[in-house]
């Protein structure tokens, strides 16, 4: 089966820059999109279709996914963006989720 | 505004099964599939399948394949997902979600949650 990794944890200062990237087999031939989630509360869709920001995600947020690896950007994080971050893709008529990556915002 | 309602958190024995729902809201409900995402305690996401709420058809991860019934009621808007012969395993939040987009799938809106504890 489909398997995305990502690593499990990720640390940025506040204003920085972070990257979290997801890697899979061949995953630029596919679309890729990422999931905020916070203790306690649902996934929330920060990106879909590997690059689109759906209504009332900020800017900051950017996706790219190209050869084996789909990277989600946050410029100029915020202390508020602290949260788990899931990347997620389609491969033969099943959904396919990365492990995960805690994002610490130093 | 597009709304999932879970029903609520559940507490079974182990052999036994559960029904939870989701009810939709905010938008015409068989346009879209229906979701199911399983997130133990502390775990990572896990999809366990999908339901067409027009059509009725359903598709399983392999892994829950046998034990998994996803159902819908379009009179009421609602969607539902039976897993039966529970095991300490399954103590989980499970998530609806809407699915959009086919191939390049994704979950634009998610349920609150609703947590399934098997314990004897």
């Known amino acids: 089966s489909y398997e995305l990794t990502q690593p499990p944890s990720v640390s940025v200062s506040p204003g920085q820059t972070a990257s979290i990237t997801c890697s899979g087999d061949?995953?630029?031939?596919?679309?890729a999109c990422w999931y905020q989630q916070k203790p306690g509360q649902s996934p929330v869709l920060v990106i879909y279709?590997?690059?689109k920001r759906p209504s009332g995600i900020p800017e900051r947020f950017s996706g790219s996914n190209s050869g084996n690896t789909a990277t989600l950007t946050i410029s100029g994080t915020q202390a508020m963006d602290e949260a788990d971050y899931y990347c997620?893709?389609?491969?033969?008529?099943?959904?396919?989720f990365g492990g995960g990556s805690k994002l610490t915002v130093l | 505004q597009v709304q999932l309602v879970q029903s609520g958190a559940e507490v079974k024995k182990p052999g036994a099964s559960v029904k939870v729902s989701c009810k939709a809201s905010?938008?015409?409900?068989?346009?879209?599939?229906i979701n199911w995402v399983r997130q133990a305690t502390g775990q990572g996401l896990e999809w366990v399948g999908w339901?067409?709420?027009?059509?009725?058809?359903?598709g399983y991860a392999q892994k829950f394949q046998g034990r998994i019934t996803m159902t819908r009621n379009t009179s009421i808007g609602t969607a539902f997902m039976e897993l039966s012969n529970l095991t300490s395993e399954d103590t989980a939040v499970f998530y609806c979600?809407?699915?959009?987009?086919?191939?390049?799938?994704?979950?634009?809106?998610w349920g609150q949650g609703t947590l399934v504890t098997v314990s004897s």
């Open positions: 979600a809407r699915g959009r987009g086919g191939t390049s799938w994704y979950a634009d809106y």
């Open positions: 279709q590997d690059t």
């Open positions: 905010g938008y015409t409900f068989t346009s879209y599939d």
């Open positions: 061949k995953l630029g031939d596919k679309y």
């Open positions: 997620q893709t389609w491969d033969s008529s099943a959904v396919v």
């Open positions: 339901v067409n709420p027009n059509s009725g058809n359903a």
